[in-house]
């Protein structure tokens, strides 16, 4: 039986305990669109020359008109969010106390607990994140939740419900909203991330961040991506499709849904551990989490592999 985590991801681990190779197994763990985004070819410049700055501005223009960025509001593209996310709490001038309703994502309250601010739950407090919608049941949040003075919302599943979107909060004082891109086009590994934020903010993160901080691969598959409304319409009436189909078959077999949204879903099981372990024997990994012993949490399998996880469960 492997160590409760409390992240996605940990194939190397699985594999190390239920054998097989790593191209056999089936990763349901993250929350990461099965179809991803076709990437197209590239320009050979785009690996050879540095990023230049028309690059970078094709790609927040992109981002602008994609998440329809208020006019107040300026972006910055960054390698993957966890670079931004690490880098968050140092934009306050003296450490205070966060409020970080839980459960959620844990690489917040890890970040602003290394730049020794207090994590709380539920009192008033200097700073707050909001995880919209929330990892791992799908919470959503209303823009009067976000009332602290340094705010931060993760947005990072929120492309699949663009009309919750609190983007328009992005232009007020404090406030910086977080968009993902690996999730919703399926491109973890391409390393590409979002921060919308008044320009001093985003400036000050710009700084942090250093010079070219996105790759020109990854500037040239954003820009191309953000530029296609039609595949983004396309692709949530397909994800909502996936996800009601993974209820039908999970719930067959006795799980209730506590949580949702149309990348992940979040299952109320008997024993989450036996679960995880079952999947394992078959070479399909879940996510459980240390602080419940009957949540489980599913993502969406590829086209090729529902066969596979109905007979598994």
Known sequence: MLTKQDHGGGLDAAIATFGGARDG????????????????????????????????????????????????????????????????????????????PAPTYNEHAAAFDAHGWEVVQDAPADACVLVHPNNPDGRLWDPSDADAPFQVIDESFCDTC??????????RPGTVVLKSFGK???????????????PDTIERLATMLGPWPVSGPALAVGTRALSDPGWAVRTR?????????????????????????????????????????????????????????TWLRLGLPPADAWDRLEAAL
């Open 25 to 100: 197994w089936l990763d349901l763990s993250t929350g990461i669109n099965p179809t991803p985004y076709p990437i197209g070819a590239f320009s050979p410049r785009n690996w050879n020359e540095l990023p230049d700055h028309a690059a970078q501005q094709s790609l927040v223009a992109a981002a602008r008109r994609f998440w329809q960025v208020p006019d107040g509001a300026a972006i910055l593209a960054a390698p993957g969010l966890s670079s931004v996310i690490a880098r968050l709490p140092a934009l306050s001038r003296s450490a205070g106390r966060v409020r970080i």
């Open 162 to 171: 663009p009309d919750r979107s609190l983007v328009a909060l992005a232009d």
């Open 184 to 198: 919703f086009w399926g491109l973890a590994g391409l390393r590409l991330g979002f921060a919308i934020s008044r």
């Open 237 to 293: 009436a397909q994800l909502q499709q996936d996800s009601a189909r993974l209820d039908r078959i999970v719930t067959a077999r006795g799980a209730e849904i506590v949580g949702r949204t149309d990348l992940f879903r979040l299952y109320e099981v008997d024993d989450a551990q036996a679960w995880q372990d079952r999947l394992a024997r078959h070479h399909i990994w879940s996510r459980i989490f240390p602080y419940s012993g």
